[in-house]
């Protein structure tokens, strides 16, 4: 019973989408607007830097939440296990009509609970990428290409390293129209 109460947990939690909360409170329909991706990037071209960094922070906590969940309740295998389902929660949100975003804060924020070194690094790397090439996308697909190499030199176990692997082949996979933009050389900037 209590790895169901995990995932639900998890998803539940995964299913609080930041963007559209912080969007909706300034009268604005995120959706709509911009790339309509509820996402940070998004909300940092519609509403500015500050709700950017709110939208940031909250969907990190929650991935950082759900891994903890999983982690404490049963083990730290079951941490990435309840990291994924939150994954896929903020993509596809019960709360809000199964429309999310690309799920890249909330895997950051639980892959720096689970694992801090790495998750930090990764963290680092998006941060100067974004600030250099100024596309969230590239930084968020380099982010999730570095995760698995970055545990495998961490020592993880293998169990840990494919849970690992789902969770930054879901992001990537969610970025599917941003490769497709990048390769015609036509993504957006923040």
Avoid: C
Wanted: aromatic content about 6%.
């Amino acid at each position: 019973m209590q790895y169901v109460l995990v995932l639900l947990a998890a998803y539940l939690i995964g299913s609080i989408s930041f963007a559209i909360l912080i969007a909706s409170s300034r009268g604005v329909d995120i959706r709509s607007e911009g790339s309509g991706n509820p996402g940070t990037s998004n909300v940092m071209r519609v509403l500015g830097r500050k709700f950017a960094v709110v939208v940031l922070v909250g969907d990190a906590l929650k991935g950082a939440v759900a891994a903890a969940i999983g982690a404490i309740v049963i083990d730290q295998t079951w941490g990435w296990i309840a990291l994924l389902v939150a994954v896929v929660g903020h993509s596809l949100p019960i709360w809000h009509g199964f429309r999310g975003g690309r799920s890249v804060a909330t895997a950051v924020g639980g892959i720096i609970y689970l694992a801090p070194v790495v998750g930090l690094v990764i963290a680092l790397v998006w941060i100067v990428i974004l600030v250099v090439w100024k596309t969230a996308s590239v930084a968020s697909l380099t982010a999730m290409v570095l995760l698995v190499p970055g545990l495998a030199i961490a020592g993880r176990p293998t169990d840990q390293l494919l849970w690992a692997a789902a969770i930054a082949l879901f992001v990537i996979l969610r970025h599917s129209a941003n490769i497709a933009r990048l390769a015609r050389r036509e993504e957006q900037t923040v």
